[in-house]
């Protein structure tokens, strides 16, 4: 992951303290940075919500993390290994003082999904459904290629080495698709698939935490 590779750099010239101080504070820097290049997305996706589409987040957003989570539960059960950034984390919220606790926190259920979702389903499924759409019009690849690119970026994403491909706990990570195929049926809004991860995290931040 992009924290973990920042935080390993500078710990080469940093106390680790020091390190993953800063690179919270990056991190917290990337999503307002993304969240101010699309602000004007964003303003016409609350707009939707609140004209068209209420009752759809209601149902859409607790669905599709019911679905998440019994695809997680099944992935688990076939696939036994941890991946080491999970591992990682676990670590990092066990070993940190109160305040380091709440900024991991925040990290981790706000800031990280945020970010993510704006580069993984925005820039990448978005722009790229964009693109082909301009040459094939109403085309199966319109929809799927967009999805599969944008979901196996995300899963690479989160390795943090060889070991996660070598001991296939790289395929826990394919619950991923289910925030690609949500941006999609929600005509590209962006707030579902940011409300669906938050929603995930922090379920996932307080299992962790008991």
Known sequence: MIVEFSMNLFQM?????ISSIITVLLEYFLCISL???IKSYLRNDFISIKTNKTKLILILIPLFIILSLAFQIVLQNIIP????????VVGELNNNSIVGLIMISILI??????SEEILFQFFLQGKLANILNN???NSWITTILPI????????IYHLSGMQDILNLSIFTYSDLVLFAILYKITDYNILYPI???IGLNLISLIFTLM
């Open 148 to 155: 599969v690119f944008s979901t196996l970026l995300f899963m």
């Open 81 to 88: 290994s941890t991946p080491s950034n999970q591992s990682a």
């Open 195 to 197: 409300a669906m991860h």
């Open 135 to 137: 040459k094939f019009k």
């Open 13 to 17: 010239f940093l106390t680790q303290k």
């Open 35 to 37: 969240l101010i290049s």
């Open 109 to 114: 259920v706000i800031i990280g999904p945020i």
